[in-house]
């Protein structure tokens, strides 16, 4: 039966499910649902503890044992060996990342993340830059750690552990309705519990890791503790302690059932492996996803029905099963003669106007018929919202006690993602995310290789590429944003054109000189793009679609036009004259073109180096 819903889970929201699994693998929360790059995650689990629990202790043996490279960097740092070690142990980290194969290759973006993060190499140079300018390194040594440990501890808690909960969450919601909203990804801020989603998920890790000190405690306390996130994302209100003990009580007699439950997935791992991990991604991921979800539902409903301590908190039943016409129809109340009402046509604006904002959601400008419109829009779009919650296609938030729109009416504005941009919006998110992609790939190269360059084709601190691609995913997929799942393999696909299209031109343009290639790499074509780098444009599209994007808009929306306007004017003669000027004396050199000849390997950045 548990195999049962889960297959029907999967088959209604299969292209949901694969993406929603795909980001936990890239933030590397699961070990379940990782790929064979299940190393290359940003910080491994056992490693993470030893960061944190380690930082002052002299323990060579123990160090040697874990091999823990930014452990021991850190414990160099900390008795003031910072010449001889600090290279031993880059040099020893550039070996085995070198003989390691991730993804079928032993490059590319999540072999550069993990340097990074891990070597120690970024925690040596910037201490020797701030010890530069403090001049004291017993007190850079104490500023760099308790920096490490603030942003560890930050990405760790408040993205990570959060994204499990809104993992549950969202997989819980497409057991039992058809269509589960984008702003599911935000539901424990539009709740207004990320903060104590986070406190609770830290106690729990508290509590198991001084239960891994025991002999068998970790072990057991793991199946103990394994329904927290799912608790918490029917419940989020709950306190730590609540949470974790009713976890424990809901697991009492089930923790063996779960275990022999568990092995029955050896098959599909083997297969995962077999597959280079792409069975993991298509399948095995979302369908153990579905599968511990049906767990948690069977668990919940005998647990209820024994009056399991603590089940009366478990509350949400509209999560698993859908409400009744007459509930919802009180629900809804308000609003229900607004949604029966036969759907009103929003007036589009005329001419070319109107063509660019309903295909490509462009606006020339915010003027008031504009706002006037967007504001229309905005309105039919709730009014839809409503009516497929109320004809039960969709959770009904307003039976939750949780109501987004009752709890964060702001959010749901500034993160409105169906939203049309205007040209100067564009324009300010095209240069903002060319710069950042500039500061990306440059920051990179500095970690390492130790030395500024200047990335891209340009002389100017902008990678266009990058800018291009957010243009084209916020414009040119614009009708496709409904559907998620189709917006990531569209811009999957979009994302294949605009790189191996660009490496193109710049080969034509420049007697055949490169700026990247994926040579070697999992299905690479040409060395121009890859399979890796393409998979990160698609949940980066993802996020600049539905997240960023909107965040941006609404930052540039405040600022005057009479202002605005002169900025971008500025920017785009800037930009110009730089394309122009490095169209005949291009950016190369070390670091940029010239790996082949130093022998040196590209750095890891989304596009090795992109212009």
């Given at each position: 039966?548990?195999?049962?819903?889960?297959?029907?889970?999967?088959?209604?929201?299969?292209?949901?499910?694969?993406?929603?699994?795909?980001?936990?693998?890239?933030?590397?929360?699961?070990?379940?649902?990782?790929?064979?790059?299940?190393?290359?995650?940003?910080?491994?689990?056992?490693?993470?503890?030893?960061?944190?629990?380690?930082?002052?202790?002299?323990?060579?043996?123990?160090?040697?044992?874990?091999?823990?490279?930014?452990?021991?960097?850190?414990?160099?740092?900390?008795?003031?060996?910072?010449?001889?070690?600090?290279?031993?142990?880059?040099?020893?980290?550039?070996?085995?990342?070198?003989?390691?194969?991730?993804?079928?290759?032993?490059?590319?973006?999540?072999?550069?993340?993990?340097?990074?993060?891990?070597?120690?190499?970024?925690?040596?140079?910037?201490?020797?830059?701030?010890?530069?300018?403090?001049?004291?390194?017993?007190?850079?040594?104490?500023?760099?750690?308790?920096?490490?440990?603030?942003?560890?501890?930050?990405?760790?808690?408040?993205?990570?552990?959060?994204?499990?909960?809104?993992?549950?969450?969202?997989?819980?919601?497409?057991?039992?309705?058809?269509?589960?909203?984008?702003?599911?990804?935000?539901?424990?801020?539009?709740?207004?519990?990320?903060?104590?989603?986070?406190?609770?998920?830290?106690?729990?890790?508290?509590?198991?890791?001084?239960?891994?000190?025991?002999?068998?405690?970790?072990?057991?306390?793991?199946?103990?503790?394994?329904?927290?996130?799912?608790?918490?994302?029917?419940?989020?209100?709950?306190?730590?302690?609540?949470?974790?003990?009713?976890?424990?009580?809901?697991?009492?007699?089930?923790?063996?059932?779960?275990?022999?439950?568990?092995?029955?997935?050896?098959?599909?791992?083997?297969?995962?492996?077999?597959?280079?991990?792409?069975?993991?991604?298509?399948?095995?991921?979302?369908?153990?996803?579905?599968?511990?979800?049906?767990?948690?539902?069977?668990?919940?409903?005998?647990?209820?029905?024994?009056?399991?301590?603590?089940?009366?908190?478990?509350?949400?039943?509209?999560?698993?099963?859908?409400?009744?016409?007459?509930?919802?129809?009180?629900?809804?109340?308000?609003?229900?003669?607004?949604?029966?009402?036969?759907?009103?046509?929003?007036?589009?604006?005329?001419?070319?106007?109107?063509?660019?904002?309903?295909?490509?959601?462009?606006?020339?400008?915010?003027?008031?018929?504009?706002?006037?419109?967007?504001?229309?829009?905005?309105?039919?779009?709730r009014v839809e919202k409503w009516k497929e919650e109320a004809r039960g296609e969709a959770y009904p938030t307003r039976m939750s006690g949780l109501s987004p729109e009752q709890r964060r009416k702001g959010i749901g504005e500034i993160m409105f993602y169906m939203r049309n941009y205007s040209v100067p919006s564009l324009i300010m998110i095209f240069f903002a995310f060319a710069f950042i992609g500039w500061v990306w790939e440059v920051c990179l190269h500095l970690v390492m290789d130790g030395e500024f360059v200047n990335r891209g084709v340009l002389a100017g601190p902008w990678l266009p590429i990058y800018g291009c691609g957010a243009l084209l995913a916020l414009t040119l997929l614009k009708t496709l944003r409904e559907k998620p799942w189709l917006e990531f393999l569209a811009s999957i696909f979009m994302s294949g054109?605009?790189?191996?299209?660009?490496?193109?031109?710049?080969?034509?343009?420049?007697?055949?000189?490169?700026?990247?290639?994926?040579?070697?790499?999992?299905?690479?074509?040409?060395?121009?793009?890859?399979?890796?780098?393409?998979?990160?444009?698609?949940?980066?599209?993802?996020?600049?679609?539905?997240?960023?994007?909107?965040?941006?808009?609404?930052?540039?929306?405040?600022?005057?036009?009479?202002?605005?306007?002169?900025?971008?004017?500025?920017?785009?003669?800037?930009?110009?004259?730089?394309?122009?000027?490095?169209?005949?004396?291009?950016?190369?050199?070390?670091?940029?073109?010239?790996?082949?000849?130093?022998?040196?390997?590209?750095?890891?950045?989304?596009?090795?180096?992109?212009?």
């Amino acid at each position: 039966e548990l195999v049962q819903g889960a297959l029907k889970t999967v088959r209604r929201h299969y292209w949901m499910l694969v993406l929603v699994c795909l980001i936990g693998t890239v933030l590397g929360i699961e070990n379940e649902e990782n790929l064979d790059i299940a190393e290359l995650r940003f910080g491994m689990e056992q490693e993470e503890n030893l960061q944190i629990t380690g930082l002052f202790v002299e323990l060579p043996e123990e160090l040697d044992r874990f091999n823990n490279p930014l452990l021991r960097a850190i414990n160099d740092l900390w008795n003031g060996n910072v010449e001889r070690p600090s290279q031993d142990i880059l040099d020893q980290k550039r070996e085995e990342l070198a003989n390691r194969k991730y993804f079928g290759g032993s490059a590319g973006v999540f072999t550069a993340a993990v340097r990074v993060m891990t070597s120690g190499e970024l925690l040596f140079l910037i201490y020797q830059e701030v010890n530069g300018i403090i001049g004291s390194p017993n007190v850079t040594t104490i500023l760099l750690i308790i920096l490490a440990a603030a942003l560890y501890i930050f990405i760790w808690l408040f993205i990570k552990e959060v994204y499990v909960v809104i993992n549950r969450r969202i997989v819980l919601e497409a057991r039992t309705y058809d269509k589960v909203p984008v702003a599911r990804f935000l539901f424990p801020l539009r709740v207004k519990k990320w903060c104590q989603t986070a406190w609770t998920l830290f106690v729990k890790e508290g509590y198991y890791l001084l239960w891994c000190l025991t002999i068998v405690g970790g072990v057991i306390k793991y199946f103990s503790y394994i329904l927290v996130p799912y608790v918490i994302a029917e419940n989020p209100s709950l306190k730590a302690n609540e949470a974790i003990t009713l976890s424990r009580n809901l697991m009492k007699g089930k923790k063996w059932r779960l275990f022999t439950l568990m092995l029955t997935f050896l098959g599909w791992d083997l297969l995962r492996v077999a597959t280079l991990g792409l069975a993991g991604i298509f399948f095995v991921g979302p369908y153990k996803a579905a599968f511990l979800a049906e767990f948690y539902a069977d668990v919940r409903e005998d647990a209820i029905r024994r009056g399991v301590p603590g089940s009366e908190r478990l509350k949400d039943e509209f999560l698993y099963r859908h409400a009744n016409e007459a509930l919802i129809a009180y629900a809804y109340r308000d609003v229900l003669p607004i949604i029966n009402q036969p759907r009103a046509k929003v007036e589009s604006l005329k001419g070319v106007r109107g063509f660019l904002a309903d295909k490509f959601g462009i606006l020339l400008f915010n003027t008031i018929e504009e706002e006037e419109y967007e504001r229309r829009r905005s309105e039919q779009l709730r009014v839809e919202k409503w009516k497929e919650e109320a004809r039960g296609e969709a959770y009904p938030t307003r039976m939750s006690g949780l109501s987004p729109e009752q709890r964060r009416k702001g959010i749901g504005e500034i993160m409105f993602y169906m939203r049309n941009y205007s040209v100067p919006s564009l324009i300010m998110i095209f240069f903002a995310f060319a710069f950042i992609g500039w500061v990306w790939e440059v920051c990179l190269h500095l970690v390492m290789d130790g030395e500024f360059v200047n990335r891209g084709v340009l002389a100017g601190p902008w990678l266009p590429i990058y800018g291009c691609g957010a243009l084209l995913a916020l414009t040119l997929l614009k009708t496709l944003r409904e559907k998620p799942w189709l917006e990531f393999l569209a811009s999957i696909f979009m994302s294949g054109i605009v790189e191996y299209g660009t490496s193109l031109y710049l080969e034509w343009t420049h007697d055949g000189q490169r700026w990247w290639d994926y040579t070697g790499y999992f299905l690479n074509i040409n060395g121009r793009i890859c399979a890796e780098g393409l998979l990160v444009f698609g949940l980066g599209c993802m996020g600049i679609v539905y997240f960023i994007g909107p965040v941006l808009d609404s930052i540039f929306r405040r600022v005057k036009l009479k202002i605005l306007t002169p900025i971008c004017v500025v920017l785009i003669v800037l930009f110009s004259v730089d394309m122009i000027h490095s169209h005949d004396y291009p950016n190369t050199g070390k670091g940029i073109t010239d790996y082949a000849a130093t022998g040196e390997e590209a750095p890891g950045g989304i596009s090795q180096g992109m212009p």
